[in-house]
């Protein structure tokens, strides 16, 4: 079965760092571009950054640029996202998804094909 898992998610204070991981199986990831979303309550899913299946192409929301950084490696099977400067308002589920159209670099729910469960990250003090 084709599944994505993501992992790293937890408790953090603010200005703190996590590294999350999207990690496949039943499939390789070399093919697809891969997208991290997030949902806090009451609000709606919002993209949150993306990355090509070469990794030469990515993409941030505002809210998060400067502070988060995704990457891939291939080899692995393997997507991270690593983040930064964490806010209170970064808390949600963080979920990734996967793109079979690899050279473009998705921030829509409507051009993913696979999806993780999701991690939560909590920031708080």
């Known amino acids: 079965q084709l599944q994505l898992v993501e992992s790293g998610g937890g408790l953090v204070q603010p200005g703190g760092s996590l590294r999350l991981s999207c990690a496949a199986s039943?499939?390789?990831?070399?093919?697809?571009?891969i997208a991290w979303f997030r949902q806090a309550p009451g609000k709606d899913r919002e993209g949150v950054s993306c990355i090509s299946s070469s990794g030469g192409r990515t993409n941030y929301a505002d809210s998060v640029k400067g502070r988060f950084t995704i990457s891939r490696d291939n080899a692995k099977n393997t997507v991270y996202l690593q983040m930064n400067s964490l806010k209170p308002e970064d808390t949600a589920v963080y979920y990734c998804?996967?793109?079979?159209?690899?050279?473009?670099?998705?921030?829509?729910?409507?051009?993913?094909?696979?999806w993780g469960k999701g991690t939560p990250v909590t920031v708080s003090s």
């Open positions: 039943g499939f390789t990831l070399d093919y697809y571009s």
């Open positions: 998804a996967a793109d079979s159209y690899g050279s473009r670099c998705p921030m829509s729910e409507y051009a993913m094909d696979y």
